[in-house]
């Protein structure tokens, strides 16, 4: 069984950080992408980072480049997504996700989601 559990979340003020985790169950991490993507009320999931089986990142949202990054302790088989200068607009439920190796920005090709974890950004 692969399971995802995405943590981290909360209320945070505008300007504020946070870190999101994404602890990995039932497979080895280093094997795969993981992938944060985000889905705000009436819209469509976004991807914002992934990260592949081999360390690489890749920024799929041009609005969160320069403040989030994306890193892996296999050790710990978790994913983190490091969130600074958070913006009201990056309020939605964020998610992680899993797929073979290397990083696709749809989210169909992904295998394994896990349950998500609300951030709100608010003053």
């Known amino acids: 069984q692969l399971q995802l559990v995405e943590s981290g979340g909360g209320l945070v003020q505008p300007g504020g950080s946070l870190r999101l985790s994404c602890a990995a169950s039932?497979?080895?991490?280093?094997?795969?992408?993981i992938g944060w993507f985000r889905q705000a009320p009436g819209k469509e999931r976004e991807g914002v980072l992934c990260?592949?089986?081999?360390?690489?990142?890749?920024n799929y949202a041009d609005s969160v480049k320069g403040r989030f990054t994306i890193s892996r302790d296999n050790a710990k088989n978790t994913v983190y997504l490091q969130m600074n200068s958070l913006k009201p607009e990056d309020t939605a439920v964020y998610y992680c996700a899993a797929r073979a190796r290397l990083c696709r920005v749809w989210p169909s090709t992904y295998d394994s989601w896990g349950q998500g974890t609300q951030v709100t950004v608010s003053s």
């Open positions: 039932g497979f080895t991490l280093d094997y795969y992408a």
């Open positions: 990260i592949s089986s081999s360390g690489s990142s890749t």
